[in-house]
């Protein structure tokens, strides 16, 4: 099986590399690259690799976007700490998905399945393929053109809010609330989950059940027990904000991106 891996960490990467050395020694690794422009170069440049392994957040965005071109319909692995929700819609989409760090074991069974949907893949199968990525691209990429959210303040006094300004959502007894870098506070009507499925992951992140942070915003963390991590903030907001265990990983990851 000849594979081409898309891993924008070194260290990831070699991992992954060393991983099928041990567990499909017949396997050739015929290139990699950290980002998506510089996968869709490899791929325009060389004969199509039997298996993509591709991490979901490169260095230059989403993986995704390489299949905004109908024509790639390549059988692919997601590497990922991604949260449960995006695993889920990953999964419906690639032939399997892959947490990081990846085991021999997880990493076998992708390979067989791999083999499997290349015996299978009709143009019934493609057209189901396309409807599933047209949904997910929908879902984790911000709308186009949208760069400003209204909020209220005093009353019935709105303001266009630009989203570069704001610093996170919060969510206090059921009203969500637009926080700026500046501090100021602002009534918007979507909710949480509303703002953080229309606005993507790569802008803001779900920290817990009352909070969509940005990444500026935040100033430390630390561990806080248990696997998780325990925020501060810019502007601060009052209470203890708690990343649980699950979600960590994937904190630090979007973080680091």
């Known amino acids: 099986m000849k594979i081409f891996i898309a891993e924008d960490e070194t260290p990831a990467r070699e991992r992954l590399t060393a991983t099928l050395a041990r567990v499909a020694p017949e396997a050739r690794v015929l290139g990699h690259s950290d980002t998506v422009q510089g996968t869709l170069d490899w791929l325009a440049a060389h004969p199509a690799p039997d298996l993509l392994l591709l991490d979901i957040q490169l260095a230059d965005g989403l993986s995704l976007e390489l299949f905004r071109d109908r024509r790639l319909t390549l059988p692919t692995v997601f590497t990922t700490a991604y949260d449960q929700f995006a695993l889920q819609a990953f999964q419906a989409l690639a032939v399997?998905?892959?947490?990081?760090?990846?085991?021999?074991?997880?990493?076998?069974?992708?390979?067989?399945?791999?083999?499997?949907?290349?015996?299978?893949?009709?143009?019934?199968?493609?057209?189901?393929?396309?409807?599933?990525?047209?949904?997910?691209?929908?879902?984790?990429?911000?709308?186009?053109?949208?760069?400003?959210?209204?909020?209220?303040?005093?009353?019935?006094?709105?303001?266009?809010?630009?989203?570069?300004?704001?610093?996170?959502?919060?969510?206090?007894?059921?009203?969500?609330?637009?926080?700026?870098?500046?501090?100021?506070?602002?009534?918007?009507?979507?909710?949480?989950?509303?703002?953080?499925?229309?606005?993507?992951?790569?802008?803001?992140?779900r920290a817990n059940r009352q909070l969509l942070v940005a990444a500026g915003a935040v100033q430390r963390f630390a561990p806080a027990g248990k696997g998780r991590l325990k925020l501060a903030l810019s502007p601060a907001l009052d209470g203890e904000l708690l990343i649980s265990q699950e979600r960590a990983a994937a904190f630090r990851q979007w973080l680091e991106g």
């Open 96 to 205: 399997d998905y892959l947490l990081k760090p990846v085991s021999d074991t997880a990493l076998a069974q992708a390979l067989a399945k791999a083999e499997q949907w290349r015996s299978h893949f009709d143009l019934q199968a493609k057209e189901r393929w396309n409807h599933q990525l047209d949904g997910l691209l929908q879902r984790l990429s911000p709308p186009a053109g949208r760069r400003r959210i209204v909020g209220r303040k005093g009353g019935q006094q709105f303001h266009a809010l630009e989203l570069v300004d704001i610093a996170y959502f919060v969510s206090v007894d059921k009203l969500c609330f637009a926080i700026t870098q500046a501090g100021e506070r602002y009534l918007v009507e979507p909710t949480l989950g509303e703002l953080e499925e229309e606005l993507g992951p790569q802008r803001f992140f």
